[in-house]
């Protein structure tokens, strides 16, 4: 099945600086990639979609300067949170859509990134 | 817009007794629904979805589900809970037709499992 590899993991970094977090389609292209922000119990929240070759698209309320996202190639994602503060401290995932729904995959998603903003 | 509701935030169920998990969706289409688990600190697996066919969905680990239109509802089963179900269980419905099929969660239903 596809497989989705996101890292890093886990993060810690100062309030102030950016950080980068990857997504990589290992055996599959992926046009598409869903970027979601979980707090602690609570569910995932769509942040951003994002399109190789294009802009992405931001859900009502995220902030585009904040939160960059580039598409650049078939198989590559990233998410930058930019200036972080310690209310970006999250838990992020990314989400690959399968070519089809009728796959037996259904979507792909990375294991995650543990984000602390200290 | 699509949207899913799951009832019931925590349900604590004695090890060997049924369970079910209520999911209810909103989408103006025939929806794709899915139910994911999340372990602590742990990413996202998929324990089954629908599409069309058979209304009664079988996944891995025992788990199956029952779709109802009449009643928008994709509610997940299991007849036997072991230990190892505790768990966070998300019930996502795909908007399909919107831009890049948008998969929407529900808030999650946190299954505790007692001796």
């Known amino acids: 099945g596809a497989v989705v590899s996101q890292h890093p993991s886990r993060v810690i970094c100062k309030s102030g600086t950016s950080v980068k977090i990857e997504c990589r389609s290992l055996d599959f292209q992926a046009t598409t990639m869903f970027w979601y922000r979980q707090f602690p119990k609570q569910s995932l929240m769509l942040m951003a979609t994002?399109?190789?070759?294009?802009?992405?698209?931001?859900e009502q309320g995220v902030e585009k300067d904040k939160f960059l996202i580039n598409h650049a190639s078939l198989t590559l994602s990233t998410l930058t949170v930019t200036s972080a503060h310690p209310e970006d401290s999250s838990f992020y995932i990314c989400?690959?859509?399968?070519?089809?729904?009728?796959?037996?995959?259904?979507?792909?998603f990375g294991s995650g990134t543990r984000l602390t903003v200290v | 817009a699509q949207s899913v509701t799951q009832p019931d935030i925590h349900i604590t169920v004695s090890e060997g007794a049924s369970l079910e998990l209520r999911c209810n969706y909103s989408?103006?289409?025939?929806?794709?629904l899915f139910w994911y688990v999340q372990s602590p600190g742990q990413g996202l697996q998929l324990l089954l979805k629908?599409?069309?066919?058979?209304?009664l969905v079988q996944g891995i680990k025992g788990f199956e589900a029952e779709f109802k239109r009449s009643q928008s509802s994709f509610n997940l089963r299991k007849p036997s809970v072991h230990w190892s179900d505790a768990a966070e269980y998300f019930c996502?419905?795909?908007?399909?037709?919107?831009?890049?099929?948008?998969?929407?969660f529900g808030g999650g239903t946190r299954v505790l499992v007692k001796p």
């Open positions: 994002s399109n190789e070759g294009s802009k992405a698209t931001y």
């Open positions: 989400s690959a859509p399968p070519p089809n729904l009728i796959t037996n995959y259904g979507y792909t």
């Open positions: 989408y103006g289409a025939t929806p794709y």
């Open positions: 996502a419905v795909a908007g399909i037709g919107t831009a890049g099929n948008k998969l929407t």
């Open positions: 629908y599409f069309s066919g058979d209304t």
